[in-house]
Each structure stands twice: as C-alpha cells, then as structure tokens.
C-alpha cells in the first residue's frame, strides 16, 4: 500500500462538509484553521480505551509539570544534582530524545535512495515520532534551566545568542528549524488527505528532503555539544557523532514499529508488511556499527588506560568504592546485544512478539547508553578527579516522565488523526465534523 | 433517567451532547489539575518583578540604567536578607592584566583561603560553599586522581603536599565558547564574569570548566544578615540569585581598586602571589620570570593565568 506518490483513491467518500470545502474553494487561511480545530475534536474523542489512556497521560504529565513548578519555586536542590555531576536524568532524556527524533526520519533514506514505495507511506508515522520525540527534548533541556523565566536571552535577535561559537547556540537552531519542518510536512500532508486532494510533491519532497539532512545534523549537533568539551576525556571522541547516528538508526525505526504496532492493534489503519521488515533490516546493520563503535571506543579507553580511562572504569566496574553507575551500564550491554541478536532471528522479519521484545530491549538500552552510560560518566570522575555519585531524584524522574507522558500523548494524538484521515470515511468516518 | 425530572438537565440530550458534556466537564476538571499543578510556579512568580525580567544584558545598560538596577538589587538584598549593602561596579584598569601565583613548597593546606573566599563572596552558610578546593597530594607527581579535597586531619601531613584550585581565568576559557547567551565573559583585565541576571543556569559552562571552577545556585543562598559582606560588586560578590551560575572573580571589587584578593590576605604562609602582570616591577612578574611555574591541564590549550610552582 504506497500512499503517495501514487494518485489519491477516488473512492475514497468524503462528507458532505468536506466536499463543500473543495468545491467552494474557501481560502487555506480558513481552510487550515478549521482543519485543525477538527483534529482537535478528533483528537479528544474515541473509544473508552483512547480515552482513558490520553486521561492516564495527562495525569502523569500533571504530575510532572507539578514536580516542575515545585523545582522553579524552590531551586534546583530539589534535584540530586551537584555541582559534580551537574547534568543529570534530563540532559540524559535530551540526549536519547534527539537521537529518537532523528531516527524517525532517517530510516525514510532507504525509502529515497532505493525508491522503495512501501517506505514512503512510513513517512508521515516517522516524522510524527519526530515531533513528538523533539518536543520531549526541547522540554528536557527547558526543565534543566535553572531561569527558564529568562529564556527571551535565548532568542536571536532580541537576546544575546553567542553563535557560532557556543555548539548550545547550534542545537537550539537545528532542534526549532527541525520541529517546524516536520509540523509543515506532517500538517501539509494531514491537510491534503482531509481534503481529499492528492499532496503536490513540490510542497513536501524538498521539505522530506530537507529534513533528512537536518535529523542528521540534530543528532551530530548534539554529539558535538559533548564532544566539544576537552575537560571531559570521556566525551571528547570523534566517534561520538558516528555512534550517536548509529544508535539513532536503532531507536528510531524501533520506535516506529512499535508504533505501527499499536496502529494495528487499535484502529483500521494498517500497513503492508514489508515496511517493518525494512526497518528491521536497518535496525540489524545499524545496531552492528553501535556495537562496534562502542566496543572500539572502549578497547581505545582500557587497553591505553591513565587518566582517560577513569571515567570508562568508574561506569562499568566502579572505582573508590562506588558503584552506583555499574547496573546501568550492564543493564544497556544485556539489552543491547541480546536485543540485537533477537533482531538477527529469522522471526523477527515477520509480525509477532519477538520484533517487539527486541524493539522493548533496544529502546530501553540505548536510553541508558545515551543517557545513564553517557552523560554521567563524564562528570563522575569530576575534572579534579573527586568521585560524587549521582541518581535521579523522585522530582527528576516525576518531570521525566511527565515528558515522556506529554510526548505520548502527542503521539497518540498524531497517530490517531493518521489513522482518522487516511481509513476511508465509509470505514471510521474520516474526521468528523 | 427520566425525561420529567432530569437530574442534570444537560445529559438528557441526545448521546452525542452527553458525549460533549462529558468533554466539557473533562476539560474542566483538567483545567483545574492544570491550575494546582502550577500552584507553587504562581507562588515563585509572585517574587519575580518586570524591572527584572526586562533587564538587559550588562554591557548594554547605561549608565543610568546600572545606577537603576544596583538600587533595586540593593533593596532586594535589603528586603530578602535585611541587610544594608552597597553594590558597585568597579571597571578593568587601563594597563592591567591580573596574574596569580602559589608556592605550593609553603601551602599548608589549611584552608584559610576556602574559608576568606566563602565569607569575602558572601557565599550560602549551608553549604558551605567556596570557588577554592584544596586537594592534600602525593608527593612525586601532580595526579588529581590520588589527591583528596575532603581530608579531615591536622595540617601538613609529612608525606602530602597541598594544592588549591580556583578559577584559572583562563585567557582561551571553554566556559566562555560554551555559554549560549553571553552571559559570561572575559574583562579586558582577563577576569572571567558572569552577569548573575542573565545567566538562564543551563550549566553548559558548568560541563566545559576542565578545572571545577564553576558552582551553580541550586537553592537561593542563605546568609544570616550580620554575616552578609556589604562591600558588594554587581560582576562578583553580590549575593547571587536562585538558579544561576557564580565564579571566582579575583575579588575583582577588591583588586580594581588596587586591594588583594581575600584569598590572598587570608593566607598564613605567603603562598600566594597576584598582582599585574603588564607591570615590569610587580611581583607576580618576577616569579613568572624568575620560577619554574606551570599551570594545570596545560595540553588543553585553555592559557590559565593562574600558576602553580615549587620553591624548593
């Protein structure tokens, strides 16, 4: 089932309201406007089970969002940083959530570089993954600012911006400029289905396009952002980009199986199966090149040893009698390579539970790689060498996971309208007026 | 329910405008969560004024502006910590660039600069807090990795030698590439600051500091009001706000004014040398041309102006 470019299904029935929309030809400026309040409506509403799901998100939002206010109010002490570790749980959740986000649209190059036309009906699920993942980011690094009432400072032109020379300046560009091309194309597209026209290329393949190259540059960005850093040995590698893209060929694509998955299971919208078989395939090479990357990377730390290889020592097998970062890490080695060997199982290229597992695994490992097993390392031990360990705080998990909940439940939503727009109207009524 | 006696006249219609009235009451019992979910953000805001949160950047207030700014600062001090402060705003020399120097052959490691830091930078009393760490090392090398900035015993110990670390005012300083707003910054005298109101505390300077220099406000500090240090400069010892960053300053409200740094007058051993470095005669130039002095992380290329050596 190609859903662009091939020529839109006529047979697809549309409302009467919605016709009167195109026969009209009201102006977009109305149009759109009218569009998205519609997608609102269709957002809000459905089965008992959607509904109490986006109730049980926002609750664990509201949560979060609370554990954040207390935090502004009260100070940052509320979080089990130090001025040791002084990057924690969030800039962990930042750094995954970018990969995530760039995932989402990186596995679309196969769709171009091979003309595969299954591929591009994954598109749309890709860059909603997309804005999703980057708005969880964009709120990570929110809920780690110490003035987030001071974030005009931020804004080219009105505050000081210290670009080019600060990579945060970089990351705030590519992370904004990323989040506004996928609204475009995911909205643009949304829009054309709900008006029952055929999307014109020239409006979304430049942009496709465009964002492929951007997904990558977020990620190398953010690798940047660390690697950048000459006090900490840890982070400063050039493999670090390369290993942040190829985790993010894993996160990503596992994301949107899952979420495919979960299409399936609760609406008619239902893709072919030979998409998810070529994600699996990239999930198979692009888990092999983390892996190496990794395993190189710490051949290069423990076979030298010294000072450079404090940090790697610390993480995987603790130093001065602390411990705290050593389950992480073998938590992510398991998951990552018993993920990665489920993957390379012949089941794993057809529907089932064991791609699911395998997706489960590699998600939750590389979250922890990224984050736990990346981050923190780097600042235990400090630059003068003291040992301070660090684990979250009840207030950094309770923001952290009114994120993820808030993400969630745009993806939800986003997932929802896909299915609404693009099932025939005759089916489960399109959007409804 | 009965079509007579509707007990809420509102879900007696037909389905789908229960289904919207389910919806509005969702909406609203939402909007109220929203509501106490924010509470203690609306409690903190209250504090905030628009003065504030439209100030601009330092090197663009004027003159009068400043005069503005360091009253309100003032008064808040007044009003959060009932002390009487005066904030001033001492500018670089013309002709100075700041040198600083310690004889590690005499620090004893007794701390008494940690501690004339913390009361000189009216510092929080909780936590005890200083820009100076001193490390007790191993002799027979300069490995942080066996040094300790936490020992709990009488002072020298035989086998150790002890090596303060503060702000090394690095000339090619990461932390000032790192900040994505300018907020800190390097004085032509060579002293790394930070404008306390334009800091957004993202720490990222926090990360690119090879030397630990850098502390971040994790609570508003607490300062008993007779303790409070009113000899205040807006670029260093003011008390600073919740969730931003702070440094050392070479005591910049001192040294402008042609004083030493606390740290300086606090230490018992001479250890410490600062002065000018432009000047021929002064004496932190006769021992960068007289001793073998090294500075930490040289391969790093950052340039400290801070130097360590041996007397002995």
Known sequence: MALWPRPFPVSLKLDSALSAVTHVNTSHSDGYPRFLRRCFTEATDGPWTYIIWMVALTAVALVGANAWALQVRDGMVHTNMSDHVSWGLYIANFTFCVGLAAGGVMMVIPAYLYDDDDMHGLVIIGESVAIAAIVMSTLSVVVDLGRPDRFWHMIPGIGKFNWPMSMLTWDILVLNGYLLINLHIVGYLLYMRYLGLRPNPKWYVPFVMLSIVWAISIHTVTAFLYCGLGGRPFWNTALLAPRFLASAFVSGPAFIILALRVMRLSTKFHFPPQPARTLIQIIRVA??????????????????????????????????????????????????????????????????????????????????????????????????????????????????????????????????????????????????? | MSQDSPLLPILNNEPTDRRGALKAVGATLGMAAWATAMQPLVEWSEDLNVDEFLQKHYRELTADQKVAVFKRLEEDTKRDYGADVSISDPQPMPGVQYGYALNLSVCTGCRKCSEACHIENNHDRATNNSYIRVFEMEKGGIDFEKGDATYDHPVPQPDKYYMPVQC????????????????????????????????????????????????????????????????????????????????????????????????LEACPTGARVFGNVLDPDSEIRWVIENKRTFVLKEELGTKPRFFYFFDK
């Open chain 2, 168 to 263: 090394q005012q690095c000339e090619n300083a990461p932390c000032v590439t790192a900040c994505p707003i300018e907020a800190t910054w390097q004085e032509p005298d060579g002293i790394v600051v930070v404008d306390y109101n334009w800091c957004i505390g993202c720490r990222y300077c926090e990360a690119a500091c090879p030397y630990h220099a850098r502390r971040f406000n994790w609570e508003a500090p607490t300062i008993p009001a007779e303790e409070v240090n009113p000899d205040q400069g807006y670029l260093s010892n003011r008390i600073r706000p919740q969730g931003v960053m702070e440094k050392c300053t070479f005591c910049l409200h001192r040294t402008r004014e042609g004083r030493m740094p606390a740290c």
């Open chain 1, 287 to 433: 888990m092999c090149a983390n892996l190496l990357m990794l395993f190189s990377e710490l051949f290069t730390l423990f076979y030298t040893g010294g000072g450079h290889a404090a940090a790697a020592q610390h993480l995987f097998f603790g130093s001065h009698g602390s411990y705290g970062l050593v389950p992480w890490i073998w938590t992510a080695m398991v998951l990552n390579i018993v993920g990665a060997i489920l993957f390379f199982l012949p089941a794993a290229l057809e529907r089932g539970w064991l791609r699911i597992v395998a997706c489960v695994m590699c998600i939750v490992g590389i979250w922890i790689e990224k984050g736990m097993g990346l981050i923190i390392p780097a600042f235990i031990p400090s630059t003068l060498h003291e040992v301070v360990e660090y684990s979250p705080s009840l207030v950094e998990w309770k923001i952290t996971a009114g994120i993820w909940a808030f993400g969630l439940l745009l993806l939800s939503a986003m997932l929802k309208l896909i299915a609404a727009v693009f099932t025939s109207p005759s089916e489960s009524g399109g959007i409804p007026e």
